[in-house]
């Protein structure tokens, strides 16, 4: 049974940062891409960021880019996710995901999600 599991949320000002972890058990993912999506209140699930399954290639979403920073260290089976600057507008819940390995779009397994608040 694959499960993901996310922590690092939390309640932060407005200019603070906080680093999200996402742990994978139950398969390798150092062969697999992974993502990381939000979902705030309200609205649907978007995604965030994306790293390559040996972590050479990343890609963020504009809302994001230059303020987060997706990692993975395939030893541990684990996924980052650095936010610095954060702003009010990046509260929701942040899930990780793996990605199929031969549908780009499609995602196959999901986290719980951690909540990220960020206060103004």
């Known amino acids: 049974q694959v499960q993901l599991v996310e922590s690092g949320g939390g309640l932060v000002q407005a200019g603070g940062s906080l680093r999200l972890s996402c742990v994978v058990s139950g398969r390798t993912v150092s062969n697999t891409a992974m993502g990381w999506f939000r979902q705030a209140p309200g609205k649907e699930r978007e995604f965030v960021a994306r790293?390559?399954?040996?972590?050479?290639?990343?890609d963020y979403a504009d809302s994001v880019k230059g303020r987060f920073t997706i990692s993975r260290d395939n030893a541990k089976n684990t996924v980052y996710l650095q936010m610095n600057s954060l702003k009010p507008e990046d509260t929701a819940v942040y899930y990780c995901a793996v990605r199929n390995d031969y549908v780009i779009s499609q995602y196959d397994y999901w986290g719980q999600g951690t909540q990220v608040t960020v206060s103004s």
């Open positions: 790293i390559t399954s040996r972590g050479r290639i990343t």
